[in-house]
């Protein structure tokens, strides 16, 4: 594998479900991220993690709930959703956060739909 | 927070049709990035631009990082590139995350 890869790639659940979405980054990155696409509105940043440590929290609701294991890795926990969080929920990683050169890669996205 | 306006948000071309998308961000930036969403919604990187000019292939692009502008120009277009176009930047200031323009579609048809 290489890049930024994203399981599952769709995910259907109910407001009661709990589920997690998985990032995985083969690129040596120092620094992960998680954005929100919803429909008819810019990707939106959700949370950051730079050496495994969270660094932002964009004012996230807390049925999202992010974790970052090691620096390869990042997770987003969801339970109890609303249908307004269907969305596509992109992963980016970076060498490190801030200070200018840092491109961005992303995954494919998971494409989320709450019933 | 920084403002990032692209334009035009839609555009419609044929074939072989050269075009140029804009994009204006209110505050100084450390990256600019070039995005490609496919019907997938995959992103992919055209360009990292923070300053200058670069090409590759048919597509290049140039940041005027002092008038706070970017343009992304694509010459003879084909039906694969249509899909929406992102500009994203991350602000001197604000430090991590990337902030988006809300793109421009654009429909290619042969």
């Known amino acids: 594998e290489t890049g930024v890869t994203q399981t599952p790639r769709h995910l259907v659940m109910g407001m009661t479900n709990k589920k997690s979405l998985k990032c995985e980054q083969h690129?040596?990155?120092?620094?992960m991220y998680w954005y929100k696409q919803s429909a008819k509105k810019p990707l939106e940043l959700m949370f950051v993690y730079s050496l495994e440590e969270r660094v932002e929290n964009n004012s996230v609701p807390s049925r999202f709930s992010p974790e970052c294991p090691n620096s390869s890795h990042l997770f987003l926990h969801l339970h109890t959703l609303q249908p307004e969080d269907s969305a596509l929920y992109l992963c980016a990683s970076s060498h490190s956060t801030g200070g200018g050169g840092n491109e961005q890669f992303f995954g494919p996205g998971t494409r989320l739909t709450v019933l | 927070g920084i403002q990032v306006e692209q334009s035009p948000p839609d555009l419609i071309l044929q074939e072989g049709a050269n075009s140029t998308l804009r994009c204006n961000f209110s505050d100084s930036v450390n990256n600019l990035q070039w995005f490609h969403q496919n019907p997938w919604g995959q992103l992919i990187n055209l360009f990292y631009i923070p300053s200058g000019t670069k090409q590759n292939g048919r597509l290049s692009a140039t940041t005027v990082a002092t008038e706070r502008y970017s343009l992304l120009y694509i010459s003879s277009s084909q039906t694969t590139d249509s899909g929406v176009y992102f500009c994203a930047v991350e602000a001197n200031q604000a430090g991590t995350a990337l902030i988006f323009g809300k793109g421009t579609t654009l429909s290619v048809s042969s």
């Open positions: 690129l040596g990155h120092n620094a």
